[in-house]
């Protein structure tokens, strides 16, 4: 049973980058795609981003240009990167699975909430 | 970008019940909508994707219909462990998510 595990640092200062991991285990990276995707009360579900186990990445164009995805089938691990963060980042931040057909979001990672904050 | 809209946004409903809620999209998605659930401190969990197939392991009493612009996702008899909030997703252009259906406890 394939798991993905959000992790970083609950806390960030305005300017300041957003750094996160999604580490997948039970499975192979290269079988699926992975978004980030973000939820805040006044937002509600935001799609960030996917990335392939190739490298290729989308990005939502509303964040394009603060925000970078990445992958490293070595490590098994999905990286999101969004810099210059206001408090408007402020949210639950997930890693979710695709599978190549209707279901973009099929599973999802547990969440972790990211204030941003002096 | 395509806008979503869902009504109503909350609902009071007793066990047993049949519920029904609606997905809007703002221009032509064909199938490609997705229908989520949601409980407190939790991940979104999907329940039906292509707007009418029930993913594997999710209950016979969910189904949704429609495709273009209008959606319907039900609930036939509204279980103990159905309260939760419900989420319509369209993938026809990126992806964007509905606002939500919580539906609660009469």
């Known amino acids: 049973q394939m798991k993905l595990q959000e992790s970083g640092p609950g806390l960030v200062k305005p300017s300041e980058t957003l750094s996160l991991t999604c580490t997948v285990s039970?499975?192979?990276?290269?079988?699926?795609?992975y978004s980030w995707i973000r939820q805040s009360p006044g937002k509600g579900l935001e799609w960030i981003a996917y990335?392939?186990?190739?490298?290729?990445?989308k990005y939502n164009p509303s964040l394009e240009g603060r925000v970078t995805v990445s992958v490293d089938t070595a490590r098994n691990q999905i990286s999101l990167r969004v810099k210059s963060v206001t408090a408007a980042d402020t949210a639950v931040y997930y890693c979710?699975?695709?599978?190549?057909?209707?279901?973009?979001?099929?599973?999802w990672g547990q969440g972790t909430l990211v204030a941003v904050s002096s | 970008d395509i806008q979503m809209t869902q009504s109503p946004s909350s609902l009071a409903a007793s066990v047993g019940d049949r519920v029904t809620i609606t997905c809007q999209a703002s221009?032509?998605?064909?199938?490609?909508l997705n229908w989520f659930q949601q409980k407190p401190g939790k991940a979104p969990r999907l329940l039906v994707f292509?707007?009418?197939n029930l993913e594997t392991g999710v209950p016979s009493r969910f189904s949704g219909s429609g495709s273009g612009t209008h959606f319907t996702f039900t609930i036939s008899s509204l279980q103990p462990e159905d309260f939760a909030t419900y989420f319509c997703?369209?993938?026809?252009?990126?992806?964007?998510f509905g606002p939500g259906t919580r539906v609660d406890v009469k």
């Open positions: 979710a699975r695709g599978l190549y057909d209707d279901r973009p979001f099929d599973y």
């Open positions: 039970g499975g192979s990276i290269s079988t699926y795609y």
């Open positions: 990335v392939f186990y190739t490298g290729t990445t």
């Open positions: 221009q032509d998605i064909s199938h490609h």
């Open positions: 292509g707007a009418s």
């Open positions: 997703q369209q993938y026809d252009n990126l992806f964007t």
